[in-house]
């Protein structure tokens, strides 16, 4: 029999459907969301809505019932489809498929939905469930949903992953004397038996991890700025910060706004601005769409505010707004690539600070914001590259790191400075408008960008971007009588395989009556600087000069003694960055000289910023690189000179930086009485502006240093009206406790996740837990903090595991102490690699003081 060819076709057709489906090969249900579970989800699915309501009641411990209803476009059925959701199978109470209820069939955090029950086109399927409580950050009287990188399926079921964009429904029904807030516009709402149910207007297309809401009892605030209405929730009762943080807070996103929508050349790409302060927030700030959420102490200051605190905040609103643009319009496909809207949220505040404060007060902040902080993650054994492999979404936050929100905005200034502002700012204009609302990769911007520039830049892309580290500088200058006949640079890696860092920098030769500064482009190991030769010798040279490279540069002893005589302040934050990467590296000279050079500086350096990074770094190696007996020698003498700098400035700012290192790294007597009549008398040193909280961290100071705790602990508690920040001090007190049983209890305590639901807290406690003033009975606890990192991960928010390790590791010094990190590693070589960096990066410190001393 012959079939005709109208006839066969459709059957060709269907058995060619048939067999590739049937070939396709099935990708594994397990916990988390693989990669490969995600791309084939994204080459299938499309046209996902979501519909949820969640009943929220005002007991933080009861269940909150919701339901949901979950839209999406199936291209092919080729398996079972598999729905996110990190809660046991009891969370849910019924699924329909299609109108069809089914059996729930949950495995491996997946809820699995069989082939049969789904049809090609649009499917629906419909759950009542139990949300799950874990990212909904439920506190007495108010909540709050995080769902970076991969939360989101464990509130409710899900597609969770970056690129499937969905529209979201939501309603909320919450206690009547409560607020909310959400990604979209709120449409009505209706009151019932003492709750209030909002109802939400549909979001503009967003992943999962931008999905958020928070309700509690919070002050509402709306102000229209311009043309545009804005929203901002917040529990601050202080009056004073009240009134000298909101409206500044309102036009700090007004002018971020303006600023990103004319250098993007696309107007503000969502419906609404909306954004609220939460207490002892994990981050400093989340950018959800239309509820962006902040640390609350970030945004309210007051007149006792330090400059530096005023443009950090600045700076944050920035970079949370630029994340409109960066992360939200356009979002990165696969969170392998989370570093991109992290660096172009970094990069485009740090142009908003720049416009509104000069490119002096940019420059200088730029270096100070990012340069220590990616070198103290580069500069160790476990340093990571920008891009990073990630094969499951479950271990996405371990990515999240100084690499990536401070090596990052280093490249990407020195890719704009090697392809010109001009030609840069219309390569990203083409990536936001190509991609806009939908998701895209590096690779995709690079190509982008190569259009815009004569350099091979997959090439540049591979040391800068794909592979970790810095590069270490040399040079050798020869003289021919006193003229230079030749200046060359050198660079090398400081660990690993041989390779280069193409980049631009400065160097700045130093004579009695001028200076003469030599542009440097280097492209390979060594450069000649012809612009070097026949130049008189110099009486001191300082190598990046302009802030502008990135490595371990030469320190020029020279140089040093005259440090504090540079005239621009940018030149001399290079230089002690400068000098204390050498130190830490084991150039040019010891811990106890810098220490000596940068306390004689605090009595000469005036520039607010940078008196805040030369104290820090006294602060660090008294602590960390000075010996216990080498520390209390020096101390009266580092007490005296901050004191009396002090009283010596004229600036309340700097007054209250001094004071505040003063207060950090007291041990005598006399101070110990100095600081406790302080606190007693609630009297500031003339000039120092003091608010209730300074006296709260002066208090657990004093308790830490004293035999006093309990009395003074109690007495700031009665201090305190705030109800969040009674809650903190009272969290903490237990970890100052001169019981030692009582510390200990604390730390075993953290053991449990309902003890370390509040990240910020917990890492304060640890801190001073941990302080090497009670090393001797809190070191036991180091094997144990190894032990529990693998659950802080799993159950933590994404900064978590660094900030527990940073805040117990960041003060040791002993070889003691290091051996228990060696002996943790011996014992488990196939740890997860990502956190074996993580406590490799976190312990450096410790490595290279156990040796020094």
């Known amino acids: 029999m012959k079939l005709s060819f109208k006839i066969f076709l459709p059957i060709l057709l269907a058995f060619t459907v048939a067999f590739a489906q049937k070939s396709q090969k099935s990708v594994n249900i397990e916990p988390g969301v693989s990669l490969d579970l995600a791309t084939f989800r994204s080459t299938v699915i499309s046209n996902i809505k979501y519909k949820l309501e969640f009943n929220i009641p005002a007991d933080r411990n009861a269940e909150i019932p919701a339901s949901e209803q979950i839209s999406f476009d199936l291209s092919s059925i080729q398996q079972a489809l598999q729905l996110d959701f990190k809660q046991s199978a009891d969370h849910v109470k019924s699924i329909a498929v299609n109108g069809t209820k089914i059996s729930i069939n949950w495995k491996n955090e997946h809820l699995i939905i069989d082939e ?117 929730l917040h529990r601050e009762t202080d009056v004073n910060k009240i009134k000298l943080s909101v409206d500044s807070v309102f036009i700090a996103h007004r002018d971020a706004i303006n600023f990103l929508e004319e ?27 239309g509820e962006v959420q902040y640390k609350s102490s970030s945004l309210f200051l007051d007149d006792g505010a330090t400059k530096d605190q005023f443009i950090s905040r600045s700076n944050l609103i920035s970079h949370e707004t630029a994340h409109m643009w960066f992360g939200d319009l356009v979002t990165m496909k696969w969170f392998n690539d989370v570093w991109m809207k992290e660096v172009f949220a970094n990069f485009m505040a740090d142009k908003v600070t720049e416009k509104l404060m000069g490119k002096k007060t940019f420059d200088l902040k730029f270096l100070q914001d990012h340069y220590p902080a990616a070198y103290g993650i580069d500069r160790t054994l476990g340093a990571n590259p920008i891009r990073q492999q990630l094969d499951n979404l479950q271990d996405a936050g371990s990515m999240y790191g100084n690499i990536i929100y401070h090596k990052a905005p280093i490249m990407m200034r020195q890719l704009e400075q090697l392809m010109g502002a001009n030609n840069f700012q219309k390569g990203i204009r083409e990536y ?93 190991e060594t450069l000649d600087l012809k612009l070097a030769q026949g130049l008189e010798k110099p009486i001191y040279m300082l190598f990046n000069a302009d802030g502008m490279g990135y490595g371990l540069f030469p320190i020029d002893k020279n140089m040093m003694e005259n440090v504090f005589r540079l005239q621009n302040p940018l030149e001399r934050a290079s230089a002690y960055i400068n000098a204390y990467e050498s130190v830490l590296a084991g150039k040019s000279f010891s811990s106890a000289e810098l220490l000596k050079t940068f306390t004689k500086g605090i009595g000469i350096e005036k520039n607010e910023m940078n008196l805040r ?54 041990l005598s007597a006399d101070a110990s009485k100095t600081i406790y009549n302080i606190w007693e008398k609630q009297q500031a040193p003339s000039g120092v502006k003091l608010i209730d909280d300074d006296y709260t961290s002066m208090a657990l100071s004093i308790s830490l240093k004293s035999d006093t705790a309990t009395a003074v602990l109690k007495k700031q508690l009665a201090r305190t009206t705030n109800i969040d920040r009674k809650n903190r001090l009272i969290f903490l007190m237990p970890a100052l406790s001169l019981n030692v049983a009582e510390r200990d209890s604390f730390f075993y305590s953290l053991r449990e996740r309902k003890n370390r639901q509040k990240e910020a807290w917990v890492t304060t406690a640890l801190s001073y837990l941990h302080h090497p003033l009670r090393q001797a009975t809190s070191s036991k606890y180091l094997p144990e903090s190894l032990n529990l990192l693998e659950e802080i991960q799993k159950t933590g928010d994404i900064f978590f595991p660094q900030s527990w390790l940073s805040a117990i590791f960041g003060n040791y010094q002993t070889k003691e102490a290091y051996q228990v990190v060696s002996d943790f590693l011996k014992k488990h070589p196939n740890y997860n690699p990502k956190l074996r960096d993580k406590i490799l990066q976190s312990t450096d410190n410790l490595y290279r003081a156990k040796d020094m001393f």
């Open 116 to 232: 049969k029950y789904l049809r090609l086109a649009t499917n629906k399927i419909d759950l009542q469930f139990t949300a799950g409580n874990e990212s909904l950050n439920r506190n007495n009287d108010y909540l709050y949903a995080l769902f970076v990188p991969d939360h989101a399926r464990t509130v409710f079921p899900c597609f969770d992953q970056p690129d499937l964009k969905a529209n979201f429904l939501l309603t909320l029904t919450v206690p009547k004397d409560w607020k909310v807030l959400a990604n979209g516009l709120k449409r009505d709402s209706v009151t019932n038996d003492g709750n209030i149910t909002y109802n939400f207007a549909n979001s503009d297309k967003l992943p999962t991890y931008l999905f958020s809401f928070t309700a509690g009892k919070y002050t509402d605030v709306n102000q229209t700025i311009g043309n545009r209405n804005m929203e901002f």
């Open 263 to 289: 250098w993007t050349g696309i107007p503000f790409p969502f419906q609404k601005v909306g954004f609220v302060a939460i207490p002892d927030f994990q981050f400093g700030g989340m950018e959800h769409p």
């Open 432 to 524: 936001l408008k190509k991609y806009a609302y939908k998701n895209a990769t590096w690779n995709d911007l690079i190509s982008i960008l190569s259009k815009y520039s004569t350099t091979d830049l997959y090439a540049w892309n591979k040391v800068w971007v794909n592979q970790p580290g810095r590069p270490v500088f040399d040079y050798k200058i020869v003289y021919s009588g006193n003229k230079i006949s030749s200046l060359t640079i050198n660079q090398k890696p400081e660990i690993g395989a041989q390779r280069i860092w193409p980049q631009t920098f400065s160097i700045k030769l130093f004579y009695p009556t001028f200076s003469k500064t030599i542009p440097v482009n280097i492209k390979g």
């Open 613 to 666: 990074l030369l104290t820090g770094y006294i602060s660090n190696i008294y602590w960390t690189f000075t010996s216990p007996k080498d520390r209390l020698a020096f101390s009266s003498t580092l007490e005296k000179a901050l004191w009396t700098s002090m009283e010596s400035q004229t600036l309340p700012n700097n007054k209250k930086i001094l004071f505040g290192t003063y207060q950090n790294i007291y």
